[in-house]
Structures are given as C-alpha cells and as structure tokens.
C-alpha cells in the first residue's frame, strides 16, 4: 500500500513527461498526445528550446549554492555548538536565541533579507558602508553577480541553528571520559576535536550532509520572495525557480514534467552513490 | 400536530379542498424558496477583499434573499496557477474573476461559458465599456465573448506640481513629447524641496511583475509593438522597441533615475513619490487611494506629495501618446450548475451602481464608460485628471498565448536591467540589442511551441 502510494505520484509524473501538454492540451491531462521522449530529447539535445535557455546558469548556480550553503550550515552550526556545549551562564537562554532564525518561515526570509539587501537603504550596505567603512561605495546586492550572495547567506542564516541544535544533541552523547583521557594525555583542545569529537560525529555529518544537499537543491521559497516572483537573473536562477517558471509561466507542463524527472533520477542517484559512502563511513568507524 | 391523519379525517370536504391546495402551493413553490448558492473567486485588490466584496455585493443580497454567494479571495501570485488548474479539470466556482490577459488562454482551455448577443446586450454591450478593456473579452481572431469587463487599471505620470514649479517648467511643455520631457527632467533632476534633494524620475528595474507594462506605452508611442500583426512573431527587437527602450533606459544611465531605484518593485516606487524621492512617477489610479486617506488610516494625506501633485498623459512618442490599459473581467465557468444565477450576479458587478462602489474601495477604475465619468468619482480632482489621460488606452494583443509571451518578456527585459544598472557589462545601444534579439528569439520559441 505504501508502496502503491508513494509510486503512483511518480509514475504519473514520468508518464505526464511523455505528453505534449500545455494550456491547449492541459484540461485532457493524461489523455494529452503522447510524443514519446520527445520532451527529454528537446531539454537533452536541442540547443535552441524555450526549456534549454538558462539551464545552464540554474544548473552551475543550484550546484555551487548546494555545496556552499550545505557546508557552511554544517562549518558554522558544529563549531556554534562546540562552544555551546562547554559551561557558561546564560546557556539555555543563548542556545534559545540562537535558534531563532531557523523558526522564521523561508518565505518571510526571503521578503526580511530582500529589504535588507536594498543598496540606497538596505541594512547590510548601511552597516557596510556608513558604519564599518568597509567599502568605499554602496553595491548592489539584488543585481548582478552580488545576487549569488544574496540568496547564499540568508539560507546559510536560517539553516545553521537546526544544525547546531542537531550537533549540540549529538555531542551530549560522547563519553566525558574520553576527553579527560585525553586531557590526561596532554591533548590540547584542537587535538580533542580532531582526534574525539569529530569521529564521533562523522556519521551525524555524512548524514546531515545529505538532507542539506536535498534541501538546498530544490531550494525555491528564498528565491521567489527575495526577487519579487520576478526573474532573478543569471547568477541567483536555481533550477526550482527556472522549473517553476517552465511549467507555469511558459505552461510547457509536459517539459516542466521532464526535467522534474531527470532531477529526480541525478538526485536518487546522489543519495544512493550517498549511502554506499554512509554505509563505508560506518563500517570504519565499528 | 395539526396535519396529522388523524385530524385530517376530521376535516370538512371544502377544508380538505385547501389543505389540497396549499399543500399543491408549497410543492409548486418549494424550488424556488429554495436557497441558491454560488460560489466566486475573486483576486485580492484591496487590503481587505473579503469585507469589501459583502459591502459590494449586500444590495444585490438584500435583493435575492434567498441567494448565498461564498466568495474566494486568490491572491494574484498564485491565483493563475489555481485558475489553471480549476479550468483543466472542471472543479472551480460559478463566477470567476480573470486578469483581461488571461481570458484568451482560458477560453481555449474551454473552460468558459460563451455569452451571448443578448446577455451582452443586456450589460450595455461594447459600447458601453472602454473599448481597451472589451478588447480582452474575446480572442482577437473571434468573435465569440467569453467575459465581461469589470475593473479596469492603467498607467498616467504623477508628477510634484511644486517641484515643476520650482524648477520653472510648465508641466504642459513637459509632457508634451520624447524631447520636451528629457529636457525637463534634466532641468528638475536635483532640485532641493524642503531641504531634501529630489531625483527626477522613479521607475522599477528588474524585480518587479510589471516589467512589459511599463515599457508597452513607450514601446508603441514609438510606433513599435510587442508582437507582429499576424501575431506569430516577437517584434521586441524591432528598430522602434529599440529605440523605445534605449529612450527609456537612458534616464537611468544619465541619472535622472536613481540607479537603486533598478532593484525596486513598483510599490516600492510609489512608496518613494509618496515620501519625496521622486518628482515624476508612471503609476495606476490606485495611488489615489493612499494620497486621499489620512494618515491616521493609514495613508498619505498629509504628506507634502498629497498636497503637491498632479496627473499628466504619457509624453508622445514619434508615433502616439498611448498609456497601457487593463484590469480584470468576470467569466462564467462552463462547470457551473448555476449558470442564469451567475449570470445575474455577474450583470450586477458590471453594473454601473457596482462598479462605481468598487472604484469608491479600490481606486481601481471602472470599465464603464458611464460609470468612469459618474459625478460622484468625477468630484474627486485627480480621478477626474486621471480619466482624461486614459482615452488613449491600450490592451495587449488579446492571443492565448499572450501568458507565456510576457513571462518571457518579464524574464529577458528584467534581466537586461543589469546591463542598465552597470553589473553586466558596459552599458551600450548594441548590449540593450544584443540582450532584445535573445529576448524575442526565445519569445518565437514559446509562440512557436505553443501554436
């Protein structure tokens, strides 16, 4: 039954990637004409279709933001929640406002941090410029190549308390012990963190990893609030938007189906080459 | 327990004769005591559309007693997904607002009730609404009418009449055409009002959803087009479009538009004519709104904008001063099981009664033309000022396809305003050429596969 339910959707979205179907064809739904691989070869192969123009800024973009965002999340939530795990008064009360920007819904980042980005009267050129000095004139953050940073850090902001939450849980679990050993020993506090903590949180990380990758992929909400559902240009597309845009703006459905699929396929095939390595890191660590 | 059998007996021959006849009465009556339901989505317009909708529609209740009308209030991000998606598979409401560039798509779809000559007739017809606005009710290439216009928007200059007066240029001169008002806002451009300097014009760059409206009113008083006559093709590289938007674009490069106006929306533009950024503006009627309402409702009243401004036609072009001109009409949905009572209610919001009470809550402009003029809406000054500037209105090329079209248009035209802004490249006729021949190639792609 599960199985039946999880599958249907899917199917039923492979088969729609093998229709013509746009406004004219849309109230047939599945009875739309059958064209075959008609709609993979024109997203594959033909250089010059609607669905191929800024693929390939989304593609490089989605694939850079990924990998930033998901390592920075991860850089910046372990090293916030080794220092939290320590003694210090006030402790509940810091990891509580830590957390807070994770509890802001996505869509509302994206609209608070689209103000913030303002060049004339944003916060960030203000602090930047009137304040730090930092640059000699206000840039643009919502235009040109700045754009890219735009949407990075606004999702690494959100993202990395969840993961200090998540390491701060895992870090409860290793063995006092081992670090007063250590400490013993003449290990200096680096050396514990390379040496102890790290190992021991690998699996958490490979893991953690993994769903930040995911997440980050199909990344939609930050960008389509930031950029006021306008286009965002070529260095802030990701392919959700650019997705989005083909099935509903261009109402190419049938194509917008297919290249669904085809990130469905790239993405099972991340989480299973993925897994193999988990299950390695695992069998190492026993 | 009078009707009981038992009392029934009891009755008299002319006694059970009545009871007969009232008992043949209700049967007779009954579906009509019986209380209609309609269902209607509307898209939000006003801060508060589902209590401004009861308002308009509560003569019309007062009316129908029996009548119950559910109203669904979409927002505009997402309400052409929803409307899509309710039109393929048959499952919406009775009554359905559409944006007037939606209607040609959604009546291909067939999804929608035609209307006929005499229901037409019975609204007052096309020569009743602005010709502008009839134009979105049918495809251009028939003649079948599928809906009715109900509100209408388009574009006028709003502009500081103390800043113009500072400068010592007459407002008239102006806007008069392309070169008397380059030079005016050269002149303008920098004044000092109240300790504050003013830049000349504020327009929205790149993220913003009316992208191609801003542009249309000075693509065509150009003499261009957003599509070729047989409309199969792009002409948003043709010499005229170019030479329009390379007009419209050089008052951000010569600085006459602050350059961080480019990452504005156009609320955000409206916000900076509101707070003195700005001396001209290019907006819709529903600025009046906020400049009439006091500031302790929230709007803008006392503001030194409200007590300084006036209304002027877009300046002429080489060929023509025409503004955009849109809105949203009613449709009937083809799925509705209520189809004379939707028509009822939807011949009530067209009305003149309804559209001038709509207009008075959201500032949006009636499509009649009778009820546009309406002496109630003309004592208002600067409603009476706008309505003058929109007899030159214009409506895109009502094609079912006229949806993807502007998303391309929105997505490459947008995007060239990185080039304007100084982010991409240097900023040259030939790099505004090279990023329109790229828009309309994509923009045959999207016709091409969609015809």
Redesign the interface.
């Known amino acids: 039954m599960m199985l039946a339910v999880n599958l249907t959707p899917i199917l039923q979205g492979l088969y729609m990637s093998l229709l013509k179907l746009n406004q004219y064809t849309l109230n047939q739904f599945l009875d739309a004409p059958f064209i075959g691989l008609d709609n993979y070869r024109r997203i594959l192969f033909e250089g010059h279709s609607p669905i191929r123009a800024g693929l390939g800024f989304a593609l490089r973009n989605t694939l850079l933001y990924t990998l930033v965002v998901s390592i920075a999340a991860i850089v910046i939530g372990l090293a916030v929640a080794v220092l939290l795990n320590r003694d210090f008064p006030a402790k509940g009360v810091a990891r509580t406002l830590l957390l807070l920007p994770w509890i802001v819904p996505s869509y509302v980042v994206g609209s608070l941090w689209g103000f913030m980005w303002q060049r004339d009267v944003g916060i960030v050129n203000v602090v930047l410029v009137d304040y730090l000095h930092l640059l000699d004139e206000k840039p643009f953050w919502l235009l040109g190549a700045n754009s890219f940073w735009a949407i990075v850090i606004p999702t690494v902001w959100r993202a990395w308390p969840v993961m200090m939450l998540l390491f701060l849980a895992a870090l409860q679990a290793v063995p006092e012990d081992q670090y007063e050993a250590a400490t013993l020993d003449g290990v200096s506090k680096w050396g514990q963190f390379w040496h102890i903590t790290l190992p021991i949180l690998k699996p958490v990380i490979v893991i953690q990893f993994m769903f930040q990758f995911i997440d980050n992929v199909y990344s939609y909400n930050i960008v389509s609030m930031m950029f006021g559902g306008g286009y965002p240009g070529e260095w802030a597309d990701l392919l959700m938007p650019l997705l989005t845009r083909q099935s509903f703006s261009y109402w190419m459905f049938g194509q917008g189906a297919a290249v669904s699929f085809i990130m469905m396929t790239l993405m099972l095939i991340f989480v299973a080459v993925w897994m193999r390595s988990f299950k390695r890191s695992l069998a190492n660590d026993e | 327990m009078i009707c009981s059998p038992k009392n029934i007996k009891k009755l008299s021959k002319p006694g059970k004769l009545k009871l007969f006849l009232l008992s043949l009465t209700l049967a007779l009556t009954a579906p009509a005591l019986q209380a209609s339901e309609l269902n209607i989505w509307v898209m939000a317009t006003t801060e508060q559309q589902q209590s401004d909708m009861k308002e308009l529609l509560r003569p019309y209740l007062a009316k129908n007693p029996s009548l119950r009308v559910n109203v669904t209030v979409l927002q505009w ?1 997402s309400a ?2 929803k409307i ?1 998606a309710a ?4 499952q919406g409401p009775d009554l359905l607002e559409l944006g007037t560039t939606w209607v040609a ?1 959604i009546s ?4 929608l009730e035609q209307i006929s000559d005499a229901q037409q007739a019975s609204v007052g017809g096309a020569k009743a609404f602005f010709p502008a606005v009839w134009s979105s009710t049918h495809r251009y290439d028939e003649q079948k009418i599928y809906a009715i216009p109900w509100y209408a928007e388009a574009r006028a200059a709003f502009y500081r009449t103390d800043v113009f007066k500072a400068a010592g240029i007459n407002p008239r001169d102006a806007f008069a055409n392309w070169g008397s008002f380059k030079q005016a806002m050269q002149k303008i451009n920098g004044q000092v009002i109240n300790g504050k300097k003013i830049a000349a014009l504020g327009y929205p ?5 009316s ?1 191609v409206h801003n542009l249309a009113p000075w693509i065509w008083n150009a003499g261009g087009d957003l599509l070729s006559a047989d409309k199969k093709k792009s002409t948003i590289n043709s010499p005229e479009a170019l030479q329009a938007i390379n007009y419209y674009t050089s008052f951000a490069v010569e600085g006459l538009v ?3 106006s ?4 156009s609320a955000q533009i409206d916000t900076g004519f509101f707070n003195g950024q700005y001396a001209v503006i290019f907006t819709g009627p529903w600025i009046l709104k906020p400049l009439s309402t006091p500031k302790s409702k929230g709007g803008q009243l006392e503001s030194v904008t409200a007590n300084n401004f006036s209304v002027a036609p877009y300046p002429a072009g080489l060929k023509g001063q025409q503004t955009f001109f849109a809105g949203s009409d009613l449709a009937i949905m083809k799925s509705s099981k209520n189809k004379e009572e939707s028509w009822k209610l939807l011949s009530y919001l067209v009305s003149r009664e309804a559209q001038v009470n709509y207009t008075k809550m959201s500032w949006m402009l009636p499509t009649r033309i009778d009820a546009a003029y309406d002496p109630s809406l003309m004592a208002n000054l600067h409603y009476a000022e706008f309505v003058g500037q929109i007899k030159n209105g214009r409506h895109y090329p009502s094609i ?2 006229w ?2 079209l502007e ?2 248009y ?3 035209i ?2 060239m ?2 080039i304007v ?1 100084g ?2 490249g240097k900023y040259s006729n030939l790099a505004i050429k090279q990023a329109l021949d790229a828009t309309a ?2 923009a045959n ?2 016709l091409a ?2 015809q």
């Open positions: 991000e052409w997904t899509t039109a393929a598979s048959g798509a291909s779809m067939g999804a760059g790149k993220n913003d959803m992208v602050p350059m961080a480019l990452e504005k929306d079912s396809a949806g993807p998303s391309v929105l997505k490459n947008g995007s305003f990185d802004a982010v991409k190639k994509e792609e999207v596969e969609l």
